[in-house]
């Protein structure tokens, strides 16, 4: 019995290898054309993006991003996906829904998206590919199509509120979007000054909201697993 146990584990673990091999050979293979697509035409680069804007918005979505390889699981405040992994579920799902895909995105983020594109390519391809739209407001991706959208202005015109109004926007569009929900907006806003100013320390990895958030806003959509009271 402990044997054929034994063999059972062991064809899952050469299954297991088999497809994890063919997805990251498969992710290698389609992602210099990916990366390239989107450099080619990005509105927005790393290099329109300020010292105070760049540290804003790492300190939001990926605290550890020139450290890591991909994939971030102990920095606090940096939740389950980073800005690698947020692009790879751009790049390789269609649509991407969280459950067993997670380890195929751990995958293909860190032996393709983070080896073969450069972190100033790939926050590059984050400023024009990430979702900023929802609650009414369309499919909106990118900042530079955002600052028009919700601002009428160009990216280099936004002031430093309308910039943290989008960064804030990023983790549920939806939820805190600037025009639909101003109000959830406005609060995570000034949450993210007080990260911003040192006032809060995120208490732990998925201290995504830097502190209790209401029950409007809650119930209003957020993503899973990404909220715990």
Known sequence: MKRRILYALAGLAALLLVYSVAVVVNARRAT???????????????????????????????????DH?????????????TITQGIGKIFYFDPFRPGVRKYKLVLTSVFALDRLVSKEDQLTIFLNVIGLGGGGYGDVRGFGPA???YFGRKFKELSRDQYLALVAMVIAPATFNVKGHPEANAERVARIKRLLAGEYKPKGLMDLYYGPLSTATVSAGLPPASYFP
């Open 32 to 66: 210099p054309a990916l990366a390239a697509e989107v450099l080619r035409s990005a509105a927005v680069t790393y290099k329109d993006l300020d010292e105070w804007q760049l540290k804003a918005l790492l300190a939001v979505e990926d605290p550890a991003f020139f």
């Open 69 to 81: 390889n991909g994939a971030d699981y102990t920095t606090p405040g940096a939740g389950l996906t």
């Open 147 to 149: 600052a028009e959208k």
